[in-house]
């Protein structure tokens, strides 16, 4: 089997990518894996400054899954390009820059800090961030800022590919994904976490000091594969799939629909080896199933 993949213009060795806020910054996980084995590494999200992010508690348990209100706790892209970066095995493995910023104009500053980063090879724009000149809403509920904010991006990110990670909680993923697709990207991700709250009746008080956080894991795999297969059906840029993929089976069901990548997110947590495990099970799978590469399998759901 063949396991490389070939998404906007960048090479995986195989299709397992850490999805970001799940992996740290790569170094946090050397002790479990060769980090040299994984297609890519989506670090976690960065913006212009270092921020804390949210109070705790901000993790909680749910049932087959888990709401995080972590809130981009990140060091900042200086601290990163700095300290971080230099330490991933970056001509071997994908480094994939997650980008969170407030405002249409801040992505852009981002992006720009990025074009000439050698060590980057995609840059995966968070269009899940609340947009402080509009109140707070996300940027990825609305196509016009998704397009917008794309554009932003491609336009000082000079020959780096653009990625646009879109949100679930959203009526119709596919105009989120023409959105992006009008805008420039190269590619697009999905899904990011789901908008869910839990509750604790003896305390009468809300699990997470935020209240509402994303749900991930097995329970919303059913969902990203609806939006994944969605979304693959109404643009033309390949898409990394994500959420809920716990096995083999599940990577290949999300290439099946049509991605031609998937991350790996809450399974990172649950076990510290599994994205390194999984790049070994994917592989005996697809033999097992006798593909010598995966066009063959890609995209070819009969419905």
């Given at each position: 089997?063949?396991?490389?993949?070939?998404?906007?213009?960048?090479?995986?060795?195989?299709?397992?990518?850490?999805?970001?806020?799940?992996?740290?910054?790569?170094?946090?996980?050397?002790?479990?894996?060769?980090?040299?084995?994984?297609?890519?590494?989506?670090?976690?999200?960065?913006?212009?400054?270092?921020?804390?992010?949210?109070?705790?508690?901000?993790?909680?348990?749910?049932?087959?899954?888990?709401?995080?209100?972590?809130?981009i706790q990140n060091v900042g892209v200086e601290e990163f390009l700095g300290?971080?970066?230099?330490?991933?095995?970056?001509?071997?493995?994908?480094?994939?820059?997650?980008?969170?910023?407030?405002?249409?104009?801040?992505?852009?500053?981002?992006?720009?800090?990025?074009?000439?980063?050698?060590?980057?090879?995609?840059?995966?724009?968070?269009?899940?961030?609340?947009?402080?000149?509009?109140?707070?809403?996300?940027?990825?509920?609305?196509?016009?800022?998704?397009?917008?904010?794309?554009?932003?991006?491609?336009?000082?990110?000079?020959?780096?590919?653009?990625?646009?990670?879109?949100?679930?909680?959203?009526?119709?993923?596919?105009?989120?994904?023409?959105?992006?697709?009008?805008?420039?990207?190269?590619?697009?991700?999905?899904?990011?976490?789901?908008?869910?709250?839990?509750?604790?009746?003896?305390?009468?008080?809300?699990?997470?000091?935020?209240?509402?956080?994303?749900?991930?894991?097995?329970?919303?795999?059913?969902?990203?594969?609806?939006?994944?297969?969605?979304?693959?059906?109404?643009?033309?840029?390949?898409?990394?799939?994500?959420?809920?993929?716990?096995?083999?089976?599940?990577?290949?069901?999300?290439?099946?629909?049509?991605?031609?990548?998937?991350?790996?997110?809450?399974?990172?947590?649950?076990?510290?080896?599994?994205?390194?495990?999984?790049?070994?099970?994917?592989?005996?799978?697809?033999?097992?199933?006798?593909?010598?590469?995966?066009?063959?399998?890609?995209?070819?759901?009969?419905?």
């Amino acid at each position: 089997m063949d396991m490389r993949v070939q998404i906007a213009g960048v090479e995986l060795k195989n299709p397992v990518v850490t999805a970001s806020g799940t992996f740290g910054y790569g170094q946090e996980f050397t002790p479990y894996g060769d980090l040299k084995k994984l297609g890519g590494i989506s670090v976690k999200g960065l913006s212009l400054k270092p921020r804390k992010g949210n109070p705790m508690p901000r993790l909680v348990e749910t049932a087959s899954g888990m709401l995080n209100a972590i809130g981009i706790q990140n060091v900042g892209v200086e601290e990163f390009l700095g300290n971080k970066l230099p330490k991933l095995p970056w001509k071997e493995t994908a480094i994939i820059a997650n980008l969170y910023a407030s405002s249409v104009e801040e992505f852009g500053d981002l992006a720009g800090l990025f074009a000439d980063e050698e060590g980057v090879a995609l840059l995966e724009v968070n269009v899940s961030c609340p947009n402080v000149k509009a109140g707070g809403s996300a940027f990825g509920q609305d196509p016009t800022l998704i397009r917008k904010v794309t554009e932003m991006v491609r336009s000082r990110s000079k020959d780096k590919p653009v990625m646009v990670k879109l949100s679930p909680n959203v009526t119709d993923i596919t105009v989120a994904a023409r959105a992006a697709e009008e805008g420039g990207a190269h590619a697009i991700s999905l899904i990011n976490t789901i908008s869910g709250m839990a509750v604790d009746i003896r305390r009468r008080r809300p699990c997470l000091a935020n209240v509402v956080g994303g749900l991930s894991g097995p329970a919303v795999k059913p969902v990203a594969l609806r939006c994944v297969h969605q979304a693959c059906n109404a643009v033309t840029i390949p898409a990394m799939g994500m959420g809920g993929i716990s096995c083999a089976q599940d990577a290949l069901e999300f290439i099946l629909v049509g991605a031609h990548a998937i991350q790996v997110g809450t399974g990172n947590f649950i076990r510290p080896d599994f994205s390194f495990r999984l790049v070994d099970e994917i592989e005996a799978l697809a033999d097992e199933l006798g593909l010598s590469n995966w066009d063959e399998f890609r995209g070819t759901l009969q419905v």
